[in-house]
């Protein structure tokens, strides 16, 4: 079965820091861009990230300002984002998604970030 | 990138169709042809009805259809079903290389 499953929310300061992970499963990793995507609570949809099959194309939306890192680990099946200088913005629900615009998409069940004091 | 535009909800009854409007940019939606529709229920993650602006995925509904003219890109819903009642976003690559999606829009069937 093609699967993604996010992993590595939870409650944070602001001004954290937090690694969210995306485990892939039924498909082969490597050869697909993956992306992440977010969304605040009773919000829509936004696009954060996306990065290219080899890791070596990443873009962000303009938000991130240099806060969150995208990376792969293909030998592990496994996507990253790296969340730094966190604020309540940034609280959501953290999907996780393989050509998520295609008909080959693959959607993870998210992952909570809550950023409070 | 400021989020692509969609009305807040639309509304109609069982049977009669309703189209979903998405209004974006010459960078994003005018600019690209990769422009896609989602279904969202609550609690669910996000599922593709449309992409490649009018291109159905398999086993989606040929009751949705998806079109585009210049910088506005359309859903259309017809033989409207109360299964339907959901959230839909759009969505589009931009000229930069980034995506933006749209604000969202509720279909309530009466």
């Known amino acids: ?6 992993s590595g929310g939870g409650l944070i300061q602001p ?16 050869s697909h861009w993956m992306h992440w995507v977010r969304q605040a609570p009773g919000e829509g949809l936004v696009w954060v990230s996306r990065i290219n099959s080899d890791g070596n194309y990443r873009t962000y939306a303009d938000f991130v300002k240099g806060r969150f890192t995208i990376s792969r680990d293909n030998a592990k099946n496994t996507l990253y984002l790296q969340l730094n200088s966190l604020s309540a913005d940034d609280t959501a629900v953290y999907y996780c998604s393989r050509d998520f615009d295609s008909s080959n998409a693959c959607w993870g069940q998210g992952t909570q970030v809550t950023v409070s004091s | 990138q400021s989020a692509l535009t969609q009305p807040a909800s639309v509304s109609g009854s069982p049977g009669q169709s309703i189209t979903i409007s998405c209004t974006g940019t010459s960078s994003d939606v005018g600019g690209c042809k990769f422009v896609s529709w989602y279904q969202q229920l609550p609690g669910k993650a996000p599922k593709v009805m449309i992409y490649e602006v009018s291109i159905r995925p398999s086993g989606i509904s040929n009751r949705f259809s998806g079109s585009k003219s210049d910088n506005t890109a359309s859903l259309t819903i017809s033989g409207l079903q109360t299964e339907d009642e959901a959230d839909y976003y759009c969505s589009s690559c931009t000229t930069t290389g980034t995506y933006v999606f749209g604000t969202g829009t509720k279909v309530i069937v009466l």
Do not use: K, M, N
């Open chain 1, 15 to 30: 001004g954290g820091s937090l690694r969210l992970s995306c485990v892939a499963s039924g498909f082969t990793f490597s």
């Open chain 1, 1 to 6: 079965e093609v699967q993604v499953v996010e």
